[in-house]
């Protein structure tokens, strides 16, 4: 019996779950979808079926903090192919998300065809970096390095949580926090925890440009 795929789609907004799901299983026959609409029910149903065959994922969704939670998901199921579907078309954007370990970035606006197309390819094996993603700098290089929990500690420490707070919100003592932050510095080559925060705030995505319609 032939495999059926199954997908995950994390998109915040119904009507494009919908319609990705529907290119999905008019290519994929008899694919079951799974959908979230947060960052946490992404995860969540990443660890219930970690043998999704892609995760077709919304950078501006709850929870996401940018590309801190594509990094996050990366490296907490490094075997799940990560294919972006996006509204924000900023190069640098584009970059880091194959910094992170996307297989595949579609903007938005794609035709349904397409969408399913580069979803057929990626599941071949194939990764669709466009020229404009050229090598990762310095700081995407060594944020590569972090693991997830050293992930949920920075993305904490972003949202301006003292280690107290970390530690609460991670159900993990105070001095594990120390100790993950003074690893997080090493790691990324910084100085101080402001430095740490002001270089992953530039994780962010670049602000929505205001609608002509």
């Known amino acids: 019996m032939a495999h059926a ?7 915040d907004h119904p009507m494009v779950r919908d319609a990705l799901g529907t290119a999905l299983r008019q290519s ?11 960052l946490d029910q992404a995860q969540l149903a990443l660890e219930r079926e970690p043998e999704t065959d892609a995760l077709l994922l919304d950078l501006d969704m709850p929870g996401m903090d940018g ?12 075997t799940v192919p990560i294919i972006v579907v996006s ?12 910094d992170f370990g996307a297989s595949a970035y579609i903007d938005k606006s794609a035709s349904l065809e397409e969408i399913a197309r580069i979803v057929r390819a990626v599941l071949d094996g194939e990764i669709f970096a466009p020229p404009e993603a050229r090598p990762a700098d310095s700081f ?16 904490l420490m972003v949202q301006g949580n ?13 001095a594990t926090v120390k100790a ?27 602000a929505a440009e205001p609608s002509r319609t």
């Open 162 to 174: 003292q280690n107290k707070q970390i530690a609460h919100k991670l159900g993990i003592g105070e």
């Open 67 to 78: 590309l801190t939670g594509l990094a996050l998901l990366r490296s907490s199921h490094p």
């Open 87 to 98: 509204a924000a078309r900023d190069a640098a954007v584009v970059r880091r998300a194959y």
């Open 180 to 206: 993950h932050v003074t690893v997080i510095l090493r790691k990324l080559g910084v100085r101080s925890r402001t430095q740490a925060v002001i270089e992953a705030r530039g994780l962010a995505l670049p």
């Open 5 to 11: 795929e199954h997908f995950l789609v994390a998109d």
């Open 140 to 155: 995407v290089q060594r944020a590569t390095q972090l693991t997830p929990q050293q992930w949920r500690v920075l993305a």
């Open 28 to 38: 994929f026959i008899g694919a079951a979808i799974t959908a979230a609409g947060t």
